[in-house]
């Protein structure tokens, strides 16, 4: 299957500084990537989609302007949470899209673990 | 709205026995549907998925799922479960359209016994 890269694995940051996670499709070239964040022990929620090319789709709740994400290539995708606060700590996982038409399947890379401290 | 539904919160099944998780979705017409599974502190893994045909499906790891439209379900089964199965599974739907984003269930925690 497709393989999708993410990185950092793991992140440990201060209050107010800005930490930046990349999503990479590794085999295959991604014209939309979606952002989901996992709280624990809860599912997933998206949290914006991602066209390479054009600005981000973010979903009601969701600020722009503090979770930044750019899609320079089709192959690199990356949410960068400014002035990240405690409570932005949380599982962020990247998805891309293989296929087309409809009959599209997600590949998920394996997360970022961000604490904020 | 759409939405899906996975009513068990966590399953204990022991070592060997069968497992089923449940998966009930809402929509007008059939999503395109998928089962994944998450390992702690892991990203997800596609076990398999449904569009059209054969209503059921069979993935990887030797699970299966079925789709019945009269009752909306999805449920996804295994006929011997082994240890290494013990994880989170979600149950996630998709409309039938390009570049949209998947609605997941709520998860079910599976523990396996020996």
């Known amino acids: 299957g497709a393989v999708v890269s993410q990185h950092p694995s793991r992140v440990i940051c201060k209050s107010g500084t800005s930490v930046k996670i990349e999503c990479r499709s590794l085999d295959f070239q991604a014209t939309t990537m979606f952002w989901y964040r996992q709280f624990p022990k809860q599912s997933l929620m998206l949290m914006a989609t991602?066209?390479?090319?054009?600005?981000?789709?973010?979903e009601q709740g969701v600020e722009k302007d503090k979770f930044l994400i750019n899609h320079a290539s089709l192959t690199l995708s990356t949410l960068t949470v400014t002035s990240a606060h405690p409570e932005d700590s949380s599982f962020y996982i990247c998805?891309?899209?293989?296929?087309?038409?409809?009959?599209?399947?997600?590949?998920f890379g394996p997360g970022t673990r961000l604490t904020v401290l | 709205a759409q939405s899906v539904t996975q009513p068990d919160i966590h399953i204990t099944v022991s070592e060997g026995a069968s497992l089923e998780l449940r998966c009930n979705y809402s929509y007008g017409a059939t999503p395109y549907l998928f089962w994944y599974v998450q390992s702690p502190g892991q990203g997800l893994q596609l076990l398999l998925k449904y569009f059209s045909g054969d209503t059921l499906v069979q993935g990887i790891k030797g699970f299966e799922a079925e789709f019945k439209r009269s009752q909306s379900s999805f449920n996804l089964r295994k006929p011997s479960v082994h240890w290494s199965d013990a994880a989170e599974y979600f149950c996630?739907?998709?409309?039938?359209?390009?570049?949209?984003?998947?609605?997941f269930g709520k998860g079910t925690t599976l523990s396996v016994s020996s």
């Open positions: 996630a739907v998709v409309l039938n359209q390009a570049g949209t984003a998947l609605i």
């Open positions: 991602s066209n390479e090319g054009s600005k981000a789709t973010y």
């Open positions: 998805s891309a899209i293989v296929g087309g038409g409809g009959a599209d399947t997600q590949y």
